[in-house]
Every structure is written in structure tokens, then in C-alpha cells.
């Protein structure tokens, strides 16, 4: 890797900020970021982490301790799944390149400790990103993202990454990388991933201590933040996870006060027409979320439990069904040290996922819950027809 072709020198205000485009499974970035550091001897370095990120990093077995019964309680699977999937994405990398995940930002970070220079971290959370993605979406494009992810996991090919390809990696933010598929038919993940993190990056290094600041990026991020370094950013705006919509809070309470109030309704027009509605509700529920929940090879109780919570969950917007399948599951069926250990292989095929534990039962919640969705649906549509 030359050296001046992937440094960007910028001048802001009184200082003169040094931007180095690397790739994340690189080794020549590292030792790019080490001869960098060392000749210019900055007052800040700006690496493009989180702090949960950066914890990670430092300590990268620490996330194996992980209470899987805590994060399915605090409500963070899909997150928990989000980063697993790019963590996994990226050690797939790092391992066909004999390198290790994030080897320029760890010296990056010793630079700091060795130097004495400030140590900013630069990124938005990647937990924030991830939420504003989501909230940004619609119900339909939230569901072919979910078939997306689903379809794009298997794939076993193990090919090897060309000169060319680690090349592409420097035009590419990582997490840009891994969903890079997705970007032209969901925008909006783009816009989210990129552009605002580029802001967000270029403000943080901007505002850096000292008159002498190193910014270590992904080689995606410079153009970006060279450019956002001369504008003003709207922090608050771009760190803030949008509520809820209204109107899903709205018909989250209105379709199971309809619901009650249809088999309210059956029951002055005869007895056996509320049964037969209260029926058509459990069973429909019941049964579609048992089913998504034994798709995915829960153990029985699991699938019993999914069946039994559904129809009562459905009525109540603030319960889910797959959090109590998948607890049940994590109670049952505790993961073991090797299905910590093979979540990067695991979870790149439908084989690993099924077979992993700890990734079958995120599953399980998510399935579960998309279970008694549908149910919810087709067993309201049912109640309908019974009445008219």
C-alpha cells in the first residue's frame, strides 16, 4: 500500500487534520496508521469506533459472557443479531487475509496510549444506526430487508479475496460492506449508514483537541468527511432514534380493541358464533407461531409455549410472543462454549444456524413473533367473515 495515496491532508481553521483511508481486515493498513502516527506525531487521533465498539475490540472475548435470557429481556435481539452479523462478516474477511479484525484501529489506539495524543471516538453508535434504519422504514420494506438478510445467509463459498477485492475494500465503509447488497433497494440504509456518519465522523475529528489531528477511516468515509468537515452538522438530528409512529401505536391498540369488540359482538348475535370466533383466534395464533417457532427446531416446550402466549400477546401490543418462546428456549437449551466460539462460521449458513444454539434461539423470537403477526391477521380476517 503507498503511502500518499490513501492519506487526505485537510486544513480546518488552525488545524491541519490528516485523514487515513484504510481497510478494516488489512495489514498494510495497520502499518500504514503506525508510520503515520510516528512521523507526525498528532495531539488527537480519531478512530472510527463506538464505544461499544471500542470495548469490544480491546476486549474482543468479553461479548462471549453475554446473557442471552438479558438480551432477549432488555428486547435487543434484532440488535444483537445486527451485530453478530458484522462482526461474523468481518473476521470471515480477516481470517482469508491472516490478519485480525480491526488490527488499524487497535494501533491506532496504542498509538494514543504510547504517544500521549487525545484518543476521540469518532462514530455514531452503532446501535443508534441501526435503530434509525429501522424506524425510518416501512412495514413492507422492513419485511423484505428480513427476507433479504434470511436469503443471503447461506452461502458456504469460500473463495479466496483477490488482490482486487482487498483493493475494493478501501472504497468501502465495513458496514456499508456488509450490507452492501441491500443499498440500492432500500435507500434509505445508504443514506443512514453513510452520509450521516460521515457527518457525524466529520464533526467529532473537526472538533478533536490540539491543532494536529489523525483520523483513522474506513477508505468509504473520506470523501465524505473531507467534504462535511467544511459544513455545519445537525448532531442532535442525525443522534437521535426517531419515536415510534404514531399511527403503528395507534393500530397497535386498535386491532385487538376490534378484536374484542368483534367477538363481543359475535356473542350477542349467538353463543356458538363467539366461540367459534374465540376459537378461530387461538387456534390461528397459536398454531402459526408454534409452527414458525418449530421451523426453526425450537424444543417442544418452546413450540407449547409459543402456542399458548400467541393469542394472549396478540391482544396486548406491550407483550411478544417470541420473547417468552425464546427464553424458554435459552432456559432449556443453554448455549454451550462451542456455539459461542462457531457464531462467525454459523452464522453465515442455514446449516450453522439451526445447529448453533445461541443463534437458533434469536431466531426463535424473531420467527415466533412473525408467527403470531400473521396469525393475528388471518384470524381477525376470519372473525370478520363469521360476522358478515
Not at 362 to 380: H, R
Amino acid at each position: 500500500m503507498g503511502d500518499e495515496e490513501h492519506i487526505t491532508r485537510v486544513q480546518y481553521q488552525d488545524k491541519e487534520i490528516i485523514l487515513i483511508a484504510t481497510a478494516h481486515v488489512s495489514k498494510a493498513s495497520a502499518e500504514l496508521v503506525k508510520e503515520v502516527i510516528d512521523r507526525e506525531q498528532p495531539d488527537s487521533i480519531c478512530v472510527e469506533l463506538d464505544e461499544d465498539r471500542y470495548q469490544n475490540i480491546k476486549n474482543p472475548k468479553e461479548w462471549s459472557d453475554t446473557d442471552l435470557v438479558e438480551v432477549i429481556k432488555e428486547k435487543k435481539v434484532g440488535f444483537m443479531l445486527a451485530n453478530l452479523v458484522l462482526g461474523s462478516y468481518q473476521k470471515k474477511l480477516a481470517d482469508q487475509l491472516g490478519t485480525d479484525v480491526g488490527q488499524e484501529m487497535l494501533q491506532g489506539i496504542q498509538a494514543a496510549e504510547e504517544t500521549g495524543a487525545q484518543l476521540v471516538l469518532a462514530d455514531r453508535s452503532i446501535q443508534t444506526t441501526f435503530m434509525r434504519i429501522w424506524r425510518k422504514m416501512t412495514l413492507k420494506e422492513k419485511f423484505e430487508l428480513l427476507l433479504n438478510l434470511f436469503f443471503a445467509l447461506d452461502d458456504e463459498e469460500e473463495n479466496e479475496i483477490t488482490d482486487e477485492e482487498i483493493a475494493n475494500l478501501l472504497q468501502k465503509d465495513m458496514l456499508e460492506g456488509a450490507m452492501a447488497n441491500m443499498k440500492e433497494e432500500f435507500p434509505k440504509i445508504g443514506d443512514i449508514l453513510l452520509c450521516e456518519r460521515d457527518q457525524h465522523l466529520a464533526n467529532k475529528i473537526k472538533h478533536a483537541p490540539g491543532k494536529k489531528v489523525v483520523a483513522i477511516l474506513g477508505g468509504g468515509h473520506v470523501a465524505g468527511v473531507k467534504e462535511e468537515i467544511f459544513k455545519e452538522q445537525n448532531m442532535q438530528e442525525i443522534t437521535t432514534v426517531p419515536a415510534a409512529g404514531k399511527t403503528m401505536k395507534v393500530i397497535g391498540w386498535a386491532i385487538p380493541i376490534a378484536i374484542i369488540v368483534l367477538i363481543l359482538y359475535g356473542f350477542t348475535q349467538s353463543t356458538q358464533t363467539g366461540l367459534e370466533q374465540i376459537l378461530s383466534w387461538v387456534l390461528w395464533n397459536g398454531t402459526l407461531a408454534a409452527l414458525f417457532t418449530a421451523i426453526m427446531l425450537g424444543h417442544p416446550l418452546s413450540v407449547l409455549t409459543a402456542f399458548v402466549v400467541a393469542p394472549i400477546s396478540s391482544l396486548n401490543p406491550m407483550l411478544a410472543c417470541g420473547w417468552f418462546a425464546g427464553l424458554m428456549e435459552a432456559h432449556i437449551r443453554k448455549p454451550k462454549v462451542e456455539d459461542v466460539s462457531n457464531i462467525s462460521n454459523d452464522i453465515f449458513s442455514i446449516k450453522g444456524l439451526f445447529h448453533n444454539r445461541f443463534l437458533r434461539t434469536l431466531l426463535i423470537v424473531i420467527m415466533a413473533n412473525i408467527g403470531s403477526s400473521l396469525g393475528t391477521v388471518i384470524a381477525g380476517l376470519d372473525i370478520i367473515k363469521s360476522l358478515f
